[in-house]
């Protein structure tokens, strides 16, 4: 005898039930992120042919990764210092906006020195990281944290898949520069509506203090101090999920200069081929994105972590000796750990950290991360210029053998905190 069907009723309690927590913040927050993801990953497939084609080598595209992320890292720690003061709402639509200026001189670059300067306004942008961090972890209940950070990265991937496909769409029928330049300007364009709806956001810090552009600029030092000393007021597996996030970010840094060019320069994979297999990441996290955030928080943090590290090894692997279908099935692996180690780490730090500590400590961490990102970057262009093309990724292999000892050996989920 079959089973009756499910009452109507039953069935739309049960989703408020489980997406009940997707309004407010958390909503124009997804909303906008959908509109950002899809415009800002358009470029971002050719990027490196792109600027090669404005006459910058392996170690340019290198260095201007660098320049942007160390400009990036200078502003996180008063950024997460800002945002606990001042409020999360101001510091993230006005930059918003000022992203959108910056991207100027990506569409207008007349060779690739430009590029830099474009990118330098873009990381001083990221100011708003922490604020960014703190209102999505203040609008989110404990018990749903695993499933809102899982459905944050289904959102993006949920945007990003059409990106590669337009772009070689757009590639095909335009050319490389000419098509990059017409992508750069609907970027300009996603961050502007991007812009608007965060105006409407509602700001999370009960007293924020008033803007003073003054006393901004002169608590500087204030601010780093407080934001290396705030690490002594959070549980030791904080402090240790924050050195795994900084040895993550060196080690992805290898191979961000260099990994379009690898494919395309040293596996012979064409341009239109290359979009293909930039749709599978996110297809992948949109398959796993929900799946996950529930595993995540049936069996907790720490082994999902762990399994994201062992996967990094083996897309390496299937990577260096790769053709079209090994690449292929890499960034669909590439898709799976992005999605268990983003979620969980989030979810895990933010049960770590107390509500008045998380934009000082998304902002120290963000400074560190950002820092051993340029350098990564840096090492990678100029190892692929100068040793072998293949040893920025080789190296990741050991390198990602420490955050996982670390995570097995050092973290303890007991002890997160109730807020």
């Known amino acids: 005898m079959s089973e009756e ?16 927590f997707i309004q407010g913040n958390f909503l ?7 509109i950002l993801d899809l415009f800002t990953e358009l470029p971002g497939t050719y990027y490196p042919l792109y600027v090669e084609a404005l006459g910058a080598t392996a170690t340019g595209i290198g260095m201007i990764g660098a320049v942007q992320t160390i400009a990036a890292a200078a502003v996180q720690i008063p950024g997460g210092y800002f945002t606990d003061k001042y409020g999360r709402k101001w510091l993230i639509t006005t930059m918003t906006f000022i992203a959108a200026f910056a991207r100027l001189f990506y569409v207008y670059a007349p060779s690739w020195e430009w590029i830099m300067v474009g990118a330098v306004i873009a990381g001083v942008c990221r100011i708003y990281q922490p604020a960014l961090n703190a209102i999505v972890s203040d609008s989110l209940p404990k018990e749903k944290r695993g499933m809102g950070f899982s459905l944050i990265n289904l959102i993006a991937s949920v945007s990003t898949t059409p990106a590669p496909l337009l772009a070689g769409y757009l590639f ?33 810090v009960e007293t924020p203090e008033k803007v003073n552009l003054g006393e901004m600029m002169s608590s500087y030092p204030v601010s780093m101090r407080e934001s290396i000393d705030v690490w002594k007021l959070v549980p030791r597996a904080a402090f240790v999920l924050f050195l795994v996030d900084v040895i993550m970010n060196f080690t992805s840094g290898l191979f961000q200069p260099v ?7 040293d596996l012979g994979i064409n341009e239109l081929q290359l979009s293909y297999i930039m749709t599978a990441m996110p297809v992948s996290m949109i ?8 595993i995540i928080d049936v069996v907790g943090k720490k082994k999902p972590i762990m399994v994201s590290f062992l996967l990094w090894a ?23 750990l992005m999605v268990l180690s983003n979620s969980a780490i989030s979810s895990l730090q933010t049960g770590l950290v107390p509500k008045e500590h998380r934009g ?20 990678g262009g100029w190892l692929y210029d100068n040793v072998n093309h293949e040893i920025p990724f080789l190296i990741q292999i050991g390198l990602v053998m420490i955050p996982l000892l670390m995570v097995y050996f050092w973290i303890d989920e007991n002890e997160e905190t109730l807020h």
């Open 28 to 34: 124009i927050m997804i909303l906008s992120w959908l």
């Open 360 to 379: 000082k400590i998304n902002g120290s961490q963000g400074f560190f991360r950002l820092i051993a990102s340029s350098i990564g970057q840096l090492s």
């Open 314 to 336: 083996v897309v390496i692997l299937l990577f260096i000796n790769g053709n079209f279908f090994r690449v292929l099935l890499a960034f669909i692996l590439v898709g799976v």
């Open 172 to 204: 095909t029928l335009y050319g490389l520069v000419p098509s990059m330049r017409l992508m750069y300007k609907l970027v300009i364009f996603g961050f502007l509506i991007a812009g608007l709806l965060r105006t409407r956001l509602t700001e999370t």
């Open 5 to 20: 069907p499910e009452p109507k009723g039953n069935l739309i309690q049960r989703l408020r039930d489980e997406f009940g």
């Open 287 to 294: 398959i796993l994105a929900i799946p996950s955030g529930k």
């Open 259 to 265: 990994l379009t060019l690898y494919i395309v320069k």
